[in-house]
């Protein structure tokens, strides 16, 4: 039998010990380590969410990787064409971390409805396009039917149908230049059979999707010319690796452009995420530990006169540090259960019902997303009652300092 442990559990059932100072003290130090708890996992869930969301809307939009001209490296527009290799795409298509790849282009345009005008990019898209990549993101309506006719279908954001005023099923012009010195724009009229809306202004204010055929006869590109290559790949952590191993089977004209380089400056900011739980968890541990070792010197201090008297009979320091220690050890416990049931009531809640708002201008999306596995949740908890718990031993240093022969003596 841990008899350590015992004596400590004998200590809390006690009514003396419940209506003490030192009681009340570790209470106060129960609540701190349930809200200390509770903040970690907020944050962890909303950072890990905002994140994933973030490069959910990204890949969705533009695969993890895309292969492109070297004279297209830096521009949304495809201004050369490549040649639409049967060979490339079945090299590409082996390889395990491949899960899916298919052809694009895209070409600057106006778009006209009534007396309104917007500038936006077309985005040409093939037969084998896979709309379930952007199912999620689709408001109203559906999806433009893409076959070996052209078609003349297609889809935009609600953003772009609110400042234009377009319903769903009406008919919109778009005016196409294939070069600047082109007198008379090229006219295409489209019918509207979708409104998507992703929270990332980047997209919605710029790009609507319709069929590649269209970017090639005004182009005047050959039936085998395509704009390049997306690439979705099985893990997003693969983009770099997977990418360099792509480029040198590639092409010398051919370049591979990864999603972390297209999107640079908002994936460094999302990175910064990662510093952020990490500074939320230190500041709420030493919070946590603080308040325990506190509430844990209180009671050793209360409990002198048993700390004597186990000293007395021959019980040595480690002994009774033990006890104090499972003590310790009781109230985390305690607040990391309660902490627990705080951090997964905010995310179901918010996963559910999306209470919380967010600025779609500044985080590219209009709530905050959350995502929590149960590695992340086993982690925390272990890491800050293992933290914790080593930390328990100073306060109860303070133990080999006490006489029995001073706190026995009669008043």
């Not at 990418?243 to 040198?248: A, D, F, H, R, T």
């Not at 004597?308 to 990391?336: A, C, D, E, T, V």
């Amino acid at each position: 039998m841990n008899l350590p442990l015992f004596i400590a559990m004998r200590m809390q059932k006690m009514g003396h010990y419940k209506s003490s100072v030192s009681g009340r003290i570790i209470k106060i130090a129960i609540i701190t380590i349930a809200v200390s708890m509770g903040m970690i996992l907020i944050s962890v869930s909303s950072g890990k969410g905002l994140q994933l969301e973030i490069k959910k809307k990204t890949t969705a939009f533009n695969g993890h990787l895309q292969i492109v001209p070297f004279e297209n490296n830096q521009s949304e527009i495809s201004i050369s064409p490549i040649i639409d290799s049967i060979e490339i795409k079945k090299k590409l298509i082996k390889r395990p971390e491949v899960i899916h790849l298919h052809s694009t282009a895209t070409k600057a345009s106006i778009i006209k409805n009534q007396d309104q005008f917007e500038g936006v990019f077309y985005k040409g898209v093939d037969i084998d396009y896979k709309w379930e990549y952007l199912k999620s993101f689709l408001d109203e309506g559906r999806f433009p039917n893409i076959s070996d006719v052209v078609s003349n279908e297609i889809i935009i954001s609600q953003e772009i149908s609110d400042r234009l005023k377009v319903k769903l099923g009406d008919h919109i012009e778009a005016f196409f230049y294939q070069n600047i010195n082109q007198n008379y724009p090229n006219v295409r009229k489209f019918k509207v059979v979708g409104f998507f809306s992703t929270g990332f202004s980047e997209i919605d204010k710029s790009f609507i999707i319709g069929d590649i055929k269209n970017i090639k006869s005004i182009n005047k590109w050959k039936e085998n010319h395509v704009g390049n290559y997306e690439v979705f790949l099985s893990d997003i952590r693969d983009i770099d690796k997977i990418g360099n191993v792509i480029y040198n089977d590639l092409p010398s004209n051919l370049n591979v452009v990864g999603l972390y380089e297209k999107y640079q400056d908002i994936f460094q900011w999302i990175s910064l995420f990662d510093f952020n739980i990490f500074i939320i968890f230190f500041i709420m541990i030493i919070v946590g530990v603080v308040n325990t070792s506190s509430a844990i010197l209180i009671l050793i201090l209360e409990r002198s006169k048993m700390i004597g008297l186990l000293k007395s009979i021959g019980s040595n320091n480690f002994f009774i540090q033990k006890i104090f220690i499972w003590n310790g050890i009781s109230m985390l416990g305690y607040g990391l259960f309660w902490g627990n049931l705080i951090g997964l009531i905010f995310y179901f809640t918010q996963y559910f019902f999306k209470w919380i708002k967010l600025d779609p201008e500044i985080y590219y999306t209009d709530y905050v997303p959350v995502y929590l596995d149960l590695k992340d949740l086993i982690f925390f908890n272990l890491l800050f009652l293992t933290i914790s718990g080593i930390l328990l031993f100073l306060p109860s240093v303070i133990i080999g300092r006490i006489s029995p022969a001073k706190v026995l003596r009669f008043n």
